[in-house]
């Protein structure tokens, strides 16, 4: 919680108090009202009067303050969403949640919209609900000691259907949460992967396989709803008991005490507005409880410390060498590495190559400063023997499946950074794609209209315009006719950097070095 609180802005939570502390005394309002009532005389129109505009007054004040009070809330709430969302972004960003694309997907789509409602709501709204239980309290037992108490024992009996069903509620609330993720992603990897479900012919099998994970989802969500719904059953018979057995005692005592009917019928409306938010104090209380898996991952995301990312010169040199020496690695009792030493000049074009599970994308992952796991020492060098730690700040990166985001032309090439249109059509004017899509930064692209060697040139494109010393490209004309394979080793080799290629189709010439690796060696 004390996370939470940090989080919130001081002058929005201390407002979201007074308002709350306020708002708490609507379940007396009715009740001063009848009392009130009591006392005026009706023959007296003037007083009449007076009562009604009161009356309307302690309305419109209260109301005022419940209306404030839920604006605070929802301010407050949104505050700590979005920085959740902000956190859990950067994180998956620096690779440092283990999560697949589908658990964050489910996070922040419905973990975090499911933190707040059955978390920080229930958590806010309980200052609230208990002083209005305490003013309640404090204004029974006022009234008279005996059966003022007896009205507060009364609302307390509520209680005791959530006691007996918390461990079953904890259990479906937890089950609930996990069917929710496994639901969401084989959602996922439908919508995905539809080709090929398509293509192999299972359709009819792969959506029952995945109906069957939503039924799970709905019938968790069944169970967990009716077992809650049982609570509130429940609390029913003992919330009559505790309204009617105080009443009838109190109408028993009224000749031998100072209460009236009027006073008696108060109590019992405060009475019930103390049963009110007791009850909704106990749902509130349920669903904190059901809520507790997606709260550890709430609180682990932010209780994970920010690591400062270091400041980076900007300016590099326009190609860096590559060395690396006597580097090993291996994946449990697999070698990947076996003492390999590479030197690699700068300006070169290199290829590499060996067969799938050789080591070759893990040699690309330690050269962008993914992978820091390894034995030896890999290092960048300039042209005077200045070295330079491994970094996606100094290495581009083309994908063999260059991936498109649904959005223009200028918001794939630059990504949402601040770069100005004359830099983008530069850059898309070197690939050959300006003219080809029409001259039209607005240009949508959803990945269906472009073909393979055009979502290549993006990705090039997205490389010349942050421009690093280092260029890897990983299987990039796999899936290219020869003409397109072409077009586009002409275009990178073009270009001053050092470039670092994995293929396994290859013109030997092209390169000035080609590497094998084989069995944990490089040859």
Not at 7 to 26: D, E, V
Not at 252 to 260: E, P, Q
Not at 325 to 339: H, L, P, Q, R, W
Not at 465 to 493: G, S, V, Y
Request: hydrophobic residues 45%; aromatic residues 10%; neutral net charge.
């Amino acid at each position: 919680m004390k996370i939470i609180v940090k989080i919130i802005s001081k002058w929005k939570l201390l407002g979201f108090i007074i308002f709350a502390l306020l708002y708490s005394c609507q379940g007396l309002l009715i009740s001063l009202i009848i009392q009130m009532a009591g006392s005026v005389d009706i023959e007296n129109r003037g007083m009449i009067v007076i009562f009604g505009l009161l009356s309307l007054t302690f309305f419109i004040f209260i109301y005022i303050c419940m209306y404030f009070n839920n604006i605070l809330l929802r301010s407050i709430i949104k505050d700590i969403n979005l920085f959740i969302s902000k956190k859990a972004l950067r994180l998956f960003a620096e690779k440092r949640l283990e999560y697949s694309a589908s658990e964050f997907n489910s996070f922040l789509t419905q973990d975090i919209p499911m933190f707040w409602k059955e978390y920080l709501s229930p958590l806010f709204l309980y200052p609230i609900f208990g002083t209005s239980i305490l003013v309640s309290v404090m204004y029974l037992v006022s009234q008279d000691v005996v059966v003022g108490l007896l009205f507060t024992i009364g609302g307390f009996l509520m209680i005791i259907p959530q006691f007996v069903f918390h461990k079953l509620l904890k259990r479906r609330g937890e089950k609930l949460s996990k069917v929710r993720e496994i639901s969401l992603a084989n959602i996922t990897d439908f919508s995905a992967g539809i080709d090929t479900i398509v293509s192999n012919r299972v359709e009819q099998e792969y959506c029952q396989h995945v109906y069957d994970t939503i039924d799970k989802m709905e019938s968790g969500q069944y169970r967990y709803y009716t077992s809650h719904n049982l609570v509130m059953f429940w609390t029913g018979p003992l919330k009559g008991l505790g309204l009617v057995g105080p009443f009838v005692i109190g109408m028993v005592m009224m000749s031998t005490t100072h209460l009236s009917l009027t006073v008696l019928i108060a109590m019992m409306t405060a009475s019930m507005n103390l049963i009110s938010p007791l009850q909704q104090l106990l749902e509130a209380t349920s669903t904190l409880q059901s809520a507790t898996v997606v709260k550890e991952k709430v609180l682990n995301i932010l209780l994970k410390e920010d690591i400062k990312r270091e400041e980076v010169s900007k300016t590099f040199p326009t190609t860096l060498g590559i060395s690396i020496k006597n580097v090993s690695k291996k994946y449990a009792d697999k070698i990947i590495f076996d003492d390999i030493s590479v030197s690699v000049e700068a300006g070169n074009r290199v290829l590499l190559t060996g067969a799938s599970g050789s080591g070759k994308s893990t040699l690309f992952h330690i050269l962008t400063g993914d992978d820091r796991d390894y034995d030896g020492e890999i290092c960048f060098l300039d042209g005077h023997g200045k070295k330079y730690a491994p970094s996606h700040d100094l290495v581009s990166v083309i994908h063999q499946k260059p991936y498109i985001f649904k959005g223009t032309l200028r918001a794939n090439v630059s990504l949402y950074q601040n770069y100005n249109d004359n830099d983008i059509r530069k850059v898309l004017q070197r690939v050959q794609l300006w003219d080809e899509l029409g001259q039209d930064f607005d240009y949508y692209l959803d990945g269906n209209n472009l073909s393979g060697g055009q979502m290549m040139k993006i990705e090039i494109a997205r490389a010349l315009l942050r421009p690093r010393p280092i260029l890897l490209a990983d299987e990039i004309t796999a899936a290219l006719d020869k003409q397109n394979a072409d077009e586009i080793h002409k275009l990178l080799f073009s270009q001053p950097f050092t470039i670092l290629e994995i293929a396994h189709k290859f013109h030997q010439d092209e390169y000035e070095k080609v590497y094998t690796l084989n069995n944990g060696k490089v040859l």
